[in-house]
């Protein structure tokens, strides 16, 4: 993997596994467009509120299978992620893929799009 986007991954799941919105906001760009694993598209804003509000707990993120294709300024960052928390109070784990868009701006990567799905 390219080593920017190596450190960004990590202090993305970093971030997620905190409940760290101050770190999220950094890395998710204003735009994104993310689409979860109940086929809703969510944006910044809901991701962050999710956060700050405590219905998104993870408490568990072990990548593997990690891809990237990158294109200029645009990466695409495939990985397949075992997974622990509560949404929303209900508890969930198994193994889940998420993709991920990451854009490179002046100020360094954010992620612009993605979308997780639970592994059957």
């Keep these: 993997m390219h080593p920017e986007l190596h450190a960004c991954e990590a202090a993305l799941r970093a971030a997620q596994l905190a409940g760290d919105a ?3 906001e950094a890395l ?3 735009t994104l467009m993310f689409t979860g694993p109940d086929g809703a598209v969510y944006g910044k804003a809901d991701d962050l509120d999710a956060h700050r ?3 998104i707990v993870i408490t568990r993120l072990e990548p593997s ?3 990237v294709e990158r294109h200029g300024g ?3 960052v495939s990985v ?3 997974m622990a928390g509560t ?3 209900e508890a969930f784990h198994g193994p889940f893929r998420y993709t991920r868009v990451w854009r490179r701006f002046a100020n360094g990567w954010r992620i612009v799009a993605g979308h997780v799905s639970a592994v059957a």
């Design 22 to 24: 101050a770190a999220l």
């Design 28 to 30: 998710l760009d204003d």
């Design 53 to 55: 509000r405590g219905w």
């Design 65 to 67: 299978d990690e891809r």
């Design 74 to 76: 645009l990466a695409i």
């Design 80 to 82: 397949r992620m075992e």
């Design 87 to 89: 949404w929303r109070g």
